[in-house]
């Protein structure tokens, strides 16, 4: 069933009709990327790289070697905490297109079908929020774990499987189901769900790739919901 619905989504990333919501997710990641960026390097350029000005003078001959690995360090250091806002990004993101991408699968795939309900803007807007929140939250948690040997990797999968499967998949539920319903639903089947989330949490860690995560995980967990739903007659009261 997960392993269906994510050939579906991935089938929907390239196909006619996802065309305009393609480049619009895409278009906004890389620019909120490169606004990330740009903010990081200008934030360790005026704070951080002063210090070293002040002090680095006062050293003798290796302080040409200590500014060159210092740099190096810092690019590194810019890479790895862009890389760990992916996952914020993506949340924020999906929030922001998950009805447009919601409408376009139902569309393509379920047109005999009545279609699902997008929510309300505010309401979008606060669960976009609140889940940005968390998200963060957990990567700040996996970030300390990755001083953790053995632990580092595991608990980014871990974190970000939970979390993103969790709220694409309420999301794709609460177009046919109140909210609390959607909540149920989603926790009577955590194990599918969770394993899903392994797989979003796997193409967000693919680079130049995870920049289409909103549009793939936003398309996986609709096709999932739809699914489960069929196969779950005592939890279809999808409305």
Known sequence: ????????????????ETRAVFWKVLGLTILVLVGLWLAL???????IWPWFAIYLPDVPDWAGWLTF??????????ALALALLIAPITALIAGLFLDDVAEVVEKRDYPNETPGRAMPLGQAIIGSLQFL??????????????FI??????AFFLVNGYLLGREFFEFAAMRFRPPPEARAFRAKHRSTVFLAG????GFLAIPIVNLLTPLFAAGLMVHLHKLISR?????????
């Open 1 to 16: 069933m997960i392993i269906e619905a994510a050939r579906l989504s991935l089938l929907n990333l390239f196909a006619a």
């Open 41 to 47: 390097r200008q934030t360790f350029v005026s704070v």
């Open 69 to 78: 690995l210092t740099a190096i360090l810092a690019g590194v250091g810019l």
């Open 133 to 146: 929140g968390v998200v963060i939250v957990g990567n700040i948690v996996a970030l300390l774990l990755l």
């Open 149 to 154: 040997p053995g632990i580092n990797l595991v």
């Open 198 to 201: 392994l797989l979003i949490a």
């Open 231 to 239: 196969r779950d007659p005592a939890f279809a009261s999808m409305r």
